[in-house]
């Protein structure tokens, strides 16, 4: 089973849609989590942490759900330069790897 | 300031040659990560420096990778005898402290790679 898993998409949503989307992993004791964004052919970049209590940050919202082992990531009010994946990363327990998600495809139509 | 570079941006080798690929990381970070990412896959790991201790190098596919990191600063990663499945985008990401920091600033700031195609 893979450390970390997504589903890949594609989400195409209208501007001013509301999406989510959902990360599980494999690791119970998996403590640090975040999300990336990569946009097309350009490197990942940090998009937010993600908190035990959940954490905001604009239009973005990230949850964790520990019993489900899985994190969420909610985009309000998309806007077209969200079109993007979004990587969900995992923190393994040895403390030096983080596991990549294969990313979830969004794009935001006009 | 400057981030995370990368060179070459492309290289194109044919199957069995030896390749070199060099990761300039942000000034001052300790750690230092090589991934490479598959058409439709995702970040698969490679290996981790962490200031003067040894490497992890789990990641590493087979005995043709290698990577060293001089000086604690620009890293270079090795492929010898290439082969087409060594096709990749290659990335290479640098943190200000290492992951194993709870709460630390471990932030990766990643390079924009170099794409590997084997002949």
């Known amino acids: 089973r893979k450390e970390v898993e997504q589903d890949p998409g594609p989400f195409n949503v209208p501007e001013g849609a509301t999406v989510a989307f959902n990360c599980t992993y494999s690791n119970s004791a998996s403590q640090s989590f975040f999300w990336y964004r990569q946009d097309c052919r350009k490197e990942p970049k940090l998009l937010m942490s993600?908190?035990?209590s959940g954490n905001e940050d604009g239009r973005f919202t990230a949850q964790l759900n520990r019993a489900s082992q899985y994190i969420s990531l909610l985009i309000r009010d998309s806007k077209l330069s969200d079109s993007a994946t979004y990587l969900c990363v995992v923190l393994g327990l040895r403390g030096n790897q983080f596991y990549f998600g294969t990313g979830t495809s969004l794009t935001v139509i006009p | 300031g400057a981030g995370v570079s990368q060179s070459p941006s492309n290289k194109v080798t044919e199957k069995g040659k030896d390749v070199e690929l060099r990761c300039d990381p942000i000034s001052g970070h300790t750690a230092l990560y090589w991934y490479r990412q598959s058409l439709g896959q995702g970040l698969e790991f490679l290996i981790y420096f962490q200031g003067n201790s040894a490497p992890d190098k789990s990641g590493l596919p087979s005995d043709r990778f290698s990577a060293e990191r001089t000086g604690g600063s620009v890293s270079t990663l090795t492929i010898q005898r290439t082969q087409q499945e060594d096709s990749a985008v290659y990335l290479c990401?640098?943190?200000?402290?290492?992951?194993?920091?709870?709460?630390?600033?471990?932030?990766?700031?990643f390079g924009p790679g170099t794409r590997l195609t084997v002949l």
């Open positions: 993600v908190y035990s």
């Open positions: 990401a640098s943190s200000l402290w290492g992951p194993s920091l709870a709460g630390g600033p471990n932030e990766q700031f």
